[in-house]
């Protein structure tokens, strides 16, 4: 059974940084790319970041560019994401989900952790 466990959400203030984990089983973690999406409440769904598989590649959204850092540790089946500079508009539920190869979409996801930047 796959599972993604994303844990480090937390209230910050504007200007601080969390580290976000998400630790992955069921599955050959390092075959397949994975990301962060992020949810505002009562808004769509918000690509953040992408990583390939082995960490050779990264990709992000513009507004990401420069504060946000995704990293993996394929020995250990955890997915991360660096975030400084935090912005209250960066407040939302991050999820990591699992890359469905050649389609352009993620099959797996996690359950979440909450960010809230505010003072």
């Known amino acids: 059974e796959v599972q993604l466990v994303e844990s480090g959400g937390g209230l910050v203030q504007p200007g601080g940084s969390l580290r976000l984990s998400c630790a992955a089983s069921?599955?050959?973690?390092?075959?397949?790319?994975m990301n962060w999406v992020r949810q505002v409440p009562g808004k769509g769904l918000e690509w953040v970041s992408g990583?390939?598989?082995?960490?050779?590649?990264?990709y992000y959204a513009e507004s990401m560019k420069g504060r946000f850092t995704i990293s993996r540790d394929n020995a250990k089946n955890t997915l991360y994401l660096q975030m400084n500079s935090l912005k209250s508009e960066d407040t939302a539920v991050y999820y990591c989900?699992?890359?469905?190869?050649?389609?352009?979409?993620?099959?797996?996801w996690g359950q979440g952790t909450q960010v809230t930047v505010s003072s």
């Open positions: 989900a699992k890359d469905l190869p050649g389609f352009g979409a993620y099959d797996y």
């Open positions: 069921g599955f050959t973690f390092d075959d397949y790319s």
């Open positions: 990583i390939s598989w082995n960490g050779g590649s990264t």
